[in-house]
Structure formats: C-alpha cells, structure tokens
C-alpha cells in the first residue's frame, strides 16, 4: 500500500515562499509518476505540476510556471514542491499524488511517467492548506 504525506502548507503574505513535501511510503518513487494539485473554495482541482522519474523531466501549469519548482529526492522518497513569489490566487489545499502509470496535466505534451512499471492505481494524500494574505 502506498502512502503520501503532505506537509509545508501555512499562513504567507504575497510575494513570500513556501516549499511543501509530499512523503512517498510503499513504493520507490522510481516506479511512479508524482503530481502536485489543488483545489480552491468553490473551484475546480488543478493540476499544476507533475515529476517524471523516468528522465527527471517537470511540467508545470501556466498558472505556475516560473514561480514554482518541483524536485525529488530519491534517497527520501520525497518530492518537494517550492512555492516563490505567492499570490493570493495561489490559496488553495495542495494534494500529492502518485501514479503508477503517468499523469497528465492540461497540456497535450505534458505527461509524466515512471522510470519502470508496477500497475495498480493512483494514491492521493490528504492535502495541505496553503494561504496567501496580508
């Protein structure tokens, strides 16, 4: 059974940092795909960035791009995401989530995949919140 632990989130003023980590217990990173999504009130879940362990290769969603960072490491079977320059619209719980298979995120070429395949099916943590306000 595979496990994910979130952690990281708080209380940030625009403009200000935050790196979250999503523990990975009961598989290898190396046989999955890991992507970070969220959810604000009232919205829909995004996808907003996933880590392929198959090339190290990342994808980030628009909203994302250039403020946020994801990276793994290996030896901690963890995958950080770090959050730069947050904006209020960046309010929402962070959710990890692992593949076996891959993860797509919006765009067509943006697909992340494990380095080798095991099966079975995806494994969410339960979130962490993350605020922007003064």
């Known amino acids: 059974q595979v496990h994910l632990v979130e952690s990281g989130g708080g209380l940030v003023q625009p403009g200000g940092s935050l790196r979250l980590s999503c523990v990975v217990s009961?598989?290898?990173?190396?046989?999955?795909?890991i992507g970070w999504f969220r959810q604000a009130p009232d919205k829909a879940r995004e996808r907003i960035s996933c880590?392929?362990?198959?090339?190290?290769?990342?994808h980030y969603a628009d909203s994302v791009k250039g403020r946020f960072t994801i990276s793994r490491d290996s030896a901690e079977n963890t995958v950080y995401l770090q959050m730069d320059n947050l904006k209020p619209e960046d309010t929402a719980v962070y959710y990890c989530?692992?593949?076996?298979?891959?993860?797509?995120?919006?765009?067509?070429?943006?697909?992340?995949?494990?380095?080798?395949?095991?099966?079975?099916?995806?494994?969410w943590g339960k979130g962490t919140l993350v605020t922007v306000s003064s």
């Open positions: 009961g598989r290898t990173l190396d046989a999955l795909a």
């Open positions: 880590i392929s362990s198959s090339d190290g290769s990342t």
């Open positions: 989530r692992a593949d076996p298979n891959r993860i797509d995120l919006e765009s067509p070429l943006a697909t992340c995949r494990p380095r080798y395949y095991l099966g079975g099916g995806d494994y």
